[in-house]
Each structure stands twice: as structure tokens, then as C-alpha cells.
């Protein structure tokens, strides 16, 4: 039995693949009809413990591919096979009678590599297990079915131009999803399809290297390179796939800096300042970046003397500027050689240097216009102050370097002399003193004066206009040409150069001293002779040196009350003497005198305030004689207060009185400020009634000049306000009718855009008509407007409230006896 069950599996799977499952005897020891105790052995039942199967099997389905024998089966169909696991029922099913297993579809190793299974045999009667569940395996058994790939590609990479044979520049790595413990599925081998003879690539590892040396990337810069893989190891039949790594050269100092030309010629006018750019040279380097920036030089010392070179901020350019003023007159030209020198030279590469080159530069200098020079830089004068007005200061000289000849003009920038303190002689250059100085109000003056080169001008007889001014009798004029601030004009094309003069104003003794500050002191009335009441110091305006010195005198004899002591070093002690200063009310007033020692000497008397005060022990003041003085005359605190609130009562009373009189005087000047239009008037005259001419004039109402015919054309809209000022016209004389007048003026202001619109006309001359009242006023009655009578109304109709006036008016005069 086991060797057919050895045999059948041989053939299934192969004798290395079988495994084997053991079942205890004493399980089972009753399945074949032995009675009594179990004997205690171990029987073989099955033996597996793995299958095979083809992945993507093209065959018959279903394919048999092993085969389930249990010991206990002896062919009478009682034993039942059952499968359980991964794929059972599925993909793999089980004859319950023979125990076949068969696949049912096409299997994708790369999908799942095994599958785990579970075969049992149970009695079919009873599905009582006739064997333990066992477990197997079902492997998938790899084919060449899938090709190599590059995940990563692709590929880019970079080698510095220049390098050995043998330099690593990438690595590819491709992948091959068949079986790598199966056969040559997964063997990979790497190849170069494109990109020989500069690139190989290692078979094994798939290392790209360089094959040729000293690749120049200024002559190509980018490489690409085909890399395949083949399975199988490279054999016929074998799958590939292929990458592509693109190599891009690195730069290099490996190029030294080029001239294009070995001479270069500039011009500049002799007039540039320092810092004026000359021109431009630029050495050619192929290389790129850091490796092509350059360092430009003067080689020559007689051209480093005038000029500079420095690299511009791209690190190409050399820029030739102007290093120091330069001269027509003292030399025409320089010529000079400048180098160009690599920044960064890799030592790797000095094989190939030097780094370096070198060309000729030529500057001609050209002749310019130049503006006058002056024989300084800047110049330095003093004067003393407090000198009269003319007095010489100094002079001031400038030169045409172009033409020594040509006559020069000085001035006085304005703006640097606004207090108009100096005068400046045209001619000549010499400054005089214009006003007097104080050198206590400003010690420093600094101006700026200006020489202009006339030139052709003046040498055909042109001369600018001057003016002198004398600030006093005895002074010399103060002369300054007019037109231009230079005293040329506009159009005139000369030059004009500047220059700093500082004028410092020395010092004189013209200032006395005096006290440094207002002292007031006091004293105590129980302070012992001799004591120091007060230090006084003085103030001399004077600069230190001149009179640095001032002495103090205080009041001499037997009946001064306080006593001065020089100090000797700008200040005094004031001291109570041997006989103190009888109390008084009024503070003292020692006068002291204080004079200096310049040429001449000055001296001036100050006062010091002292008064005398009673102090506490501790030496504070406790009262001094004018409040103490208060006290005797027997007011007392609480009089005192009395008094001062009598007196803020009494002027509060006049306070409110003032404020009651001028709110009465307000409120009758509003009625008579405000608008006539709006004032409500009230009398006591009743007037002479309709008889009365005299008690009012009708002809202010009725303004000719008022009133006038609406102007021709559409309505003026009054919702919105007008975008223009109308003009009013002059109007003609209006109608002499009140009515029509108020009609007039009513429409006039209803149409008016330039003013907000009116609801009523506040003044009226006519009442109006259309009441069964009639009018009530004394300048229409009896008649209606047009002087047609209305019809006529019984006045005892109107009321209790109109019965006066219906007597008055209305009733029938009584018949005359």
C-alpha cells in the first residue's frame, strides 16, 4: 500500500518534496476490528506535505496535479475527501471518492506564490474523520513570463567634465518580478545600447561609468546613454527592458581667461572726477560660473597712479575709472598694461594654465573748459569782533589753469551769508567785514565763495554791472555785480568753481561780568556772626582766557550789615558779620560790585536779596519779619478767613448781578438782530387807521426793482439743487398792486434755483382774498382786488366773537332824528 502511495507522489511532485504526517495507532487501534486494549505503536496513515503547479498553465482544465490516498480507504467507497484552505472549492477542487486534486484556472505566481490547504478523510455514512486534518502546501512553479524594468528611470546624472576613465557617475538597478530562486527567470545582465564610446555600464551591478578620458564639455555638454537589462542571463530567449540615464559634463577651470584684443584705447576728458568710468574690458573665459569669474590689475605704476580697475558685480568686467584728478595741461596720455587673472584655479588642472592674460590699455586725456582753481583747498581767516563795518578779513585767490590770463570774478554764495555780515571784492578776492561782528551771538562764519572765469566776454569789453553800498560814512562800499549769482549772464558759458572759507570771529573783553543767576537768600535771626548765608558765583560771556578772572566787592564801613569774601576762583561767600543785621520786614538788598581783569577791565554791580527769618532749632524756616510783622497786629487765623469769605460772597453777588443784566441786554438784541421776515411786532399805537398816511409806507413793499415778469422758458426743477448760480437780471418796474407784487415775489422765490424754496412769505402788505371775512386790512377795504365790490355779507352772521366789530363796522348808523 505505501508504495503505491510513494509511487503516486513521486510522479505528482517529486520524492524531494514529500513530507510526512504521523498519526498516534491508538486512535485508531478500534478501525479495524481488533478488540481489547489499544497497542501502543505508531502507524503511517497519508504522507504529503507539498504540491506543484505550473504558473499560467495552458493545458486541459481541469489539470490534475496530486492525488489524496488514506490507509483507511480500501476501495469499498465508505471514505469521503474533503478540502479546505486558500482557494479551496475554487480554485483547487478534490474528488470525495479518489481523492484528486485539480486546478481549475490559470495561476499568476507574481500574484500569490502557495497556497495553503487543509485535506481531512471522513466516513461518508457518518462524516465521522476517519484520519487527523492535515496541511499542505500548493506552489506555484515560476516561468520567464515577465520582463526586467527600471522603477527609477528616467535616469539624470552628472560627472565633472575632464575626469578619468572609470568614473563612477550612476547607478541603474532594474527589477525583475519573476522567481529569483527558480532558474535564470531573475538573473539580470546590463549592457550599453547607446551612448558608446564615452559610457560602459558593469554587467552585474549596473554601474555606469566613463569610458574615454578628458571629455570636454565645452565641446558637448549633455550625453545620452541606453542601458538595457536581459533575464535569463543574458541568453537567447531571454525578456529586457531598457532606461535611459541622461549625463550632463559639470564645468571646470580647465579654459584660462582670453583678451580679445591685445590693445585697448579709451579717451576722457580731463574734467572727470574721481570715480568716472573710462571703459570697459572684458577677458573671455568658456567656463561657467565661479570658474569664469576674473580679477582685473594694473601692472604699470604710472597707470595705477591715475587709475583703478575693479570687476563689476557679474565677476566679468574689469571697470577703468578715474583714480585721481587729472590734467590736459601736465599729460596728454597713459598707457599702461592690465592682467586678467582667474579668482578660483583648481590645482588638478594647472597643467593646463597658466590662468591667465594680459593686454595693452591707452587712455588719452582731452582737453576741457576748467572752471578756476583755487590756490587752496579751503581757507581759514579770523577777525576780531566788534570792528567797524569795512574792515579786511582776508583774500581770496583763484587761477584759469587753461588761460592764466583770463580774468577772474569772485562772489559770495548768497545762501551761506544770509546775514549779509560780509562783501567780497570782485576783482581782487578780498573779504571785508560788512556789519559789525559779536562774537557772542556766533564765533564761526562759513561761506561759500565762488570764481567764475569771464573769458571772451570780457575781453571784448564786456564787464558785469556793480553795485556798492556803504554801511557807514567811513566804511568802505560793499561791492557785488548783479544779473546771474555770479555776476554773469545765464547765457554765458563760463566756469565757475567754489570754495569754503570759515571765518572765526575773535574774541574781545566787551562783556562785564555779572551773576549767574538772581540769588535770594535767607537768614536765620539766632545765626551766629560769621556764618556763611550764600555762595555767589559770577558769569563772564567772554571766552576763557580773556578774562577768566573775577573779583567780588561787597559794602565797605563799620554799618554794612553783610560781608562779601572773594573767593579768587569766580565765586563769593556772603557772611553774616561780627554785628548781626537788625530784624526789619523788608528783605535786604546788598549790592555787590564784580569786575574783570581784561583789556580793558569791565565791572558792573548785581544785588542779592537776603531776608531775615526766624528758623526752627533744626534750621528750617519757621516764619520770616513780613508774616511775622502780620501777626502782631493781632489778626488771628480765624479772622483772617473771615474776612476773605466776606469778600468772595460780596463778589460772587456781583458776579451773578452782571450776568443777570447782560442775558436781559442778549435776549433784547436778538429781537433786534434777527430777520425782518421774522420778527413779530408789538406796539401799544393803535395808529391812526385807514385815514393815517403817515404811520406806515406802503412804497417799501412795493419795490419796483422787486418784482418782475417770470422769464421765458421751462420751470426750474426745485427737488434738486441747481448745478449753476443763476444771475438774476435787472427787472423792470413791476405793477403797483400789492397783490400782484406779493404774486410776483412769491413766484420768484418758488423758481429761484440758487436758494432753498420758500412755504410762505413771512411779511405780507395784502391778506389775501377768497374769505367770507373779507380783508380786515386798511389798505384794500372796501373794495376786493380789480376794485369790483363783492358781494355783501351780514356781520351779525359771524358771531358772538365779531359782535364788537360788527358794531363797529357792520351795524346800520341809526336813523337821524
Avoid at 286 to 311: H, K, Q, R, V
Avoid at 550 to 555: A, I, L, T, Y
Wanted: glycine fraction near 8%; charged fraction near 20%.
Amino acid at each position: 500500500m505505501w508504495g503505491l502511495v510513494r509511487l503516486l507522489l513521486a510522479w505528482l511532485g517529486g520524492w524531494g518534496c514529500m513530507g510526512r504526517l504521523a498519526a498516534p495507532a491508538r486512535a485508531w487501534a478500534g478501525s479495524r476490528g481488533h478488540p481489547g486494549p489499544a497497542l501502543l505503536r505508531t502507524r503511517r496513515s497519508w504522507v504529503w506535505n507539498q504540491f506543484f503547479v505550473i504558473e499560467e498553465y495552458a493545458g486541459p482544465e481541469p489539470v490534475l496535479i496530486g492525488k489524496l490516498h488514506s490507509d483507511v480507504d480500501r476501495g469499498e467507497g465508505r471514505t469521503k475527501y474533503l478540502l479546505t484552505g486558500e482557494g479551496a472549492g475554487t480554485v483547487f477542487v478534490i474528488d470525495e471518492a479518489t481523492g484528486n486534486i485539480h486546478v481549475t484556472k490559470s495561476l499568476d505566481r507574481e500574484e500569490k506564490a502557495q497556497y495553503v490547504l487543509l485535506a481531512q478523510a471522513v466516513d461518508r455514512a457518518s462524516n465521522r474523520p476517519l484520519e487527523p486534518p492535515s496541511e499542505f502546501i500548493i506552489k506555484v512553479q515560476d516561468i520567464n513570463d515577465n520582463p526586467p524594468i527600471f522603477p527609477l528611470g528616467p535616469y539624470h546624472a552628472t560627472v565633472p567634465e575632464m575626469s578619468n576613465v572609470g568614473t563612477s557617475v550612476i547607478q541603474v538597478t532594474a527589477h525583475d518580478a519573476d522567481d529569483p530562486s527558480y532558474g535564470n527567470s531573475a538573473k539580470l545582465v546590463y549592457t550599453v545600447l547607446d551612448g558608446l564610446p564615452f559610457f560602459s555600464v558593469d554587467p552585474q551591478t549596473g554601474v555606469v561609468r566613463t569610458a574615454i578620458p578628458n571629455m570636454d564639455r565645452e565641446t558637448q555638454e549633455e550625453f545620452l546613454v541606453v542601458i538595457q537589462a536581459k533575464d535569463m542571463g543574458g541568453h537567447m530567449g531571454g525578456l529586457s527592458g531598457s532606461t535611459t540615464v541622461t549625463v550632463t559634463l559639470s564645468d571646470v577651470n580647465d579654459n584660462p581667461p582670453k583678451f580679445p584684443q591685445s590693445l585697448y584705447q579709451f579717451s576722457v576728458v580731463e574734467t572727470a572726477g574721481p570715480g568716472t568710468l573710462v571703459g570697459r574690458l572684458r577677458a573671455q573665459d568658456p567656463d561657467l560660473g565661479d570658474n569664469a569669474l576674473m580679477a582685473y590689475s594694473i601692472l604699470d605704476g604710472e597707470g595705477s597712479e591715475a587709475f583703478s580697475i575693479s570687476t563689476d558685480s557679474q565677476g566679468r568686467d574689469g571697470l577703468l575709472t578715474v583714480r585721481k584728478p587729472l590734467d590736459f595741461e601736465s599729460r596728454r596720455s597713459y598707457s599702461f598694461r592690465v592682467e586678467a587673472t582667474n579668482t578660483l584655479i583648481d590645482p588638478a588642472y594647472l597643467r593646463r594654465g597658466p590662468f591667465k592674460d594680459v593686454a595693452s590699455v591707452r587712455v588719452v586725456v582731452q582737453d576741457a573748459p576748467e572752471p578756476p582753481a583755487f590756490t587752496q583747498a579751503a581757507y581759514h581767516l579770523t577777525v576780531p569782533e566788534n570792528k567797524a563795518p569795512g574792515t579786511l578779513v582776508g583774500q581770496i585767490s583763484a587761477a584759469d589753469l587753461d588761460s592764466p590770463a583770463s580774468p577772474i570774478r569772485y562772489s559770495i554764495l548768497p545762501h551761506s551769508d544770509p546775514e549779509r555780515c560780509f562783501s567780497i571784492q570782485p576783482e581782487e578776492g578780498t573779504i571785508h567785514t560788512a556789519a559789525p561782528l559779536d562774537r557772542e551771538a556766533r564765533v564761526w562764519h562759513n561761506l561759500t565763495v565762488l570764481a567764475t572765469e569771464l573769458g571772451e566776454e570780457l575781453e571784448r569789453g564786456w564787464v558785469p554791472p556793480l553795485v556798492a553800498k556803504w554801511s557807514t560814512p567811513a566804511a568802505p562800499p560793499q561791492i557785488s555785480p548783479v544779473g546771474s549769482p555770479v555776476g554773469i549772464p545765464q547765457d554765458s558759458s563760463a566756469q565757475v568753481s567754489r570754495v569754503q572759507v570759515t571765518i572765526q570771529t575773535l574774541d574781545e573783553n566787551d562783556n562785564a561780568p555779572q551773576l549767574a543767576e538772581p540769588y535770594d537768600t535767607f537768614v536765620c535771626d539766632s545765626a551766629a556772626p560769621g556764618q556763611l548765608i550764600q555762595v555767589i558765583r559770577a558769569l563772564d560771556r567772554d571766552e576763557v582766557g580773556n578774562s577768566s578772572h573775577v573779583s567780588f566787592q561787597g559794602p565797605l564801613g563799620p554799618d554794612a550789615n553783610f560781608t562779601v569774601r572773594d573767593n579768587r576762583d569766580g565765586s563769593a561767600s556772603l557772611l553774616l558779620p561780627s554785628r548781626p543785621a537788625p530784624p526789619r520786614q523788608a528783605p535786604y538788598l546788598v549790592p555787590i560790585e564784580l569786575w574783570d581783569w581784561g583789556q580793558p577791565a569791565l565791572s558792573s554791580t548785581a544785588t542779592v536779596t537776603v531776608s531775615v527769618c526766624r528758623c526752627q532749632p533744626d534750621g528750617s524756616v519757621a516764619s520770616c519779619w513780613p508774616e511775622a510783622h502780620l501777626s502782631a497786629a493781632g489778626l488771628s487765623t480765624g479772622a483772617l478767613l473771615a474776612i476773605i469769605t466776606c469778600v468772595g460772597a460780596l463778589l460772587a453777588l456781583v458776579v451773578l448781578f452782571v450776568a443777570l443784566r447782560r442775558q436781559k441786554q442778549e435776549a433784547l438784541m436778538v429781537l433786534e438782530e434777527e430777520d425782518v421776515r421774522e420778527n413779530i411786532i408789538t406796539y401799544d399805537d393803535e395808529g391812526g387807521g385807514e385815514e393815517d398816511t403817515e404811520a406806515f409806507d406802503i412804497t417799501a413793499l412795493q419795490n419796483p426793482d422787486g418784482a418782475a415778469p417770470q422769464a421765458p422758458g421751462p420751470p426750474t426743477r426745485r427737488d434738486v439743487l441747481p448745478w449753476a448760480r443763476v444771475s438774476r437780471q435787472p427787472r423792470p418796474p413791476g405793477p403797483a398792486d400789492v397783490a400782484q407784487l406779493l404774486a410776483l415775489r412769491l413766484r420768484e422765490a418758488d423758481e429761484d434755483p440758487s436758494v432753498p424754496p420758500y412755504d410762505s412769505v413771512q411779511v405780507y402788505g395784502y391778506e389775501g382774498r377768497g374769505s367770507s371775512c373779507g380783508s380786515l386790512s386798511s389798505l384794500g377795504s372796501g373794495s376786493e382786488a380789480g376794485g369790483v365790490p363783492g358781494p355783501a355779507e351780514p356781520l351779525d352772521d359771524w358771531g358772538p366773537l365779531f359782535r364788537t366789530l360788527a358794531e363797529l363796522y357792520g351795524a346800520k348808523e341809526p336813523p337821524s332824528p
